[in-house]
């Protein structure tokens, strides 16, 4: 997982890399980088582009999707801030463009951060997003 | 038992774009049942791939913070109609499921 992480095996290469553990574990957005890519250093980018409502009314499914115009994308990350794992998916892109979209769930109002590797650095966007009624409590 | 699953191709923004729609309760494992009280046990799928025309093209891999019955878009660059897709996914109780489609712009 360790090699997967820090981009020393090229995807496609493995049959099936591990799914990131302690990147999801992560409680902090900053972690969950450094578990995935071995760095937090990302630079804010106009580049990337994340579609998604300004107010979500159902925590639970708020959908997101972020595209960038940024060369050869890499990998995607996508994270809420305040959920209690931030990191929600990462995705590595060997021939497929740099989109990618689900749905979230959101614990609460929170930042919603895309992360796109590009030329094996990382660049970042993010917007808040509004919930009225949380997504991750019982 | 096998789980729903639904594939769609459309183009967007002179793409191929690939939905995909699971079935899946994505169960976080921080839930408790209302009635029992007891912690609902975490269910949910943490990889998916996407395969275009037998190719690795996106290998996703997700947490608990992914909506229930996920639905997951990716997209290509160089799709064309009749193209072969696959997206294939597993969870963390070891289900797994798989669907092929023809790229319809």
Same mark, same amino acid.
């Given at each position: 997982?360790?090699?997967?992480?820090?981009?020393?095996?090229?995807?496609?290469?493995?049959?099936?890399?591990?799914?990131?553990?302690?990147?999801?574990? *992560?409680?902090? %957005? !900053?972690?969950?980088?450094?578990?995935? +890519?071995?760095?937090?250093? @990302?630079?804010?980018? /106009?580049?990337? =582009?994340?579609?998604?409502?300004?107010?979500?009314?159902?925590?639970?499914?708020?959908?997101?999707?972020?595209?960038?115009?940024?060369?050869?994308?890499?990998?995607?990350?996508?994270?809420?801030?305040?959920?209690?794992?931030?990191? *929600?998916?990462? %995705? !590595?892109?060997?021939?497929?463009?740099? +989109?990618?979209?689900?749905? @979230?769930?959101?614990? /609460?109002?929170? =930042?919603?951060?895309?992360?796109?590797?590009?030329?094996?650095?990382?660049?970042?966007?993010?917007?808040?997003?509004?919930?009225?009624?949380?997504?991750?409590?019982? | 038992?096998?789980?729903?699953?639904?594939?769609?191709?459309?183009?967007?923004?002179?793409?191929?774009?690939?939905?995909?729609?699971?079935?899946?309760?994505?169960?976080?494992?921080?839930?408790?049942?209302?009635?029992?009280?007891?912690?609902?046990?975490?269910?949910?799928?943490?990889?998916?791939?996407?395969?275009?025309?037998?190719?690795?093209?996106?290998?996703?891999?997700?947490?608990?913070?992914?909506?229930?019955?996920?639905?997951?878009?990716?997209?290509?660059?160089?799709?064309?109609?009749?193209?072969?897709?696959?997206?294939?996914?597993?969870?963390?109780?070891?289900?797994?499921?798989?669907?092929?489609?023809?790229?319809?712009?």
């Amino acid at each position: 997982m360790a090699a997967a992480a820090t981009g020393l095996l090229k995807p496609g290469t493995v049959l099936a890399a591990a799914w990131p553990a302690n990147a999801f574990a *992560a409680k902090t %957005i !900053d972690d969950a980088l450094k578990q995935l +890519y071995g760095t937090n250093a @990302v630079t804010e980018s /106009k580049d990337i =582009e994340i579609k998604a409502p300004l107010q979500a009314e159902n925590g639970a499914v708020v959908p997101v999707a972020v595209s960038t115009s940024l060369p050869k994308p890499e990998a995607i990350s996508l994270y809420v801030k305040e959920n209690v794992q931030p990191l *929600a998916a990462a %995705i !590595d892109l060997p021939r497929a463009s740099g +989109y990618f979209s689900a749905r @979230v769930k959101m614990a /609460k109002t929170s =930042e919603v951060r895309a992360v796109i590797k590009s030329g094996g650095k990382l660049y970042s966007t993010s917007m808040n997003i509004k919930v009225t009624v949380g997504g991750c409590g019982g | 038992m096998a789980r729903k699953m639904k594939l769609r191709t459309r183009t967007r923004e002179g793409k191929i774009e690939i939905l995909v729609l699971i079935n899946h309760p994505m169960e976080t494992g921080l839930r408790k049942d209302k009635k029992t009280k007891e912690k609902i046990p975490a269910h949910y799928i943490q990889k998916m791939t996407l395969h275009h025309n037998g190719q690795l093209a996106a290998e996703a891999n997700f947490g608990i913070g992914v909506s229930e019955d996920p639905l997951i878009g990716f997209r290509l660059d160089d799709a064309k109609n009749g193209d072969k897709v696959k997206v294939e996914w597993s969870d963390n109780k070891g289900e797994t499921g798989a669907i092929e489609a023809v790229v319809e712009g």
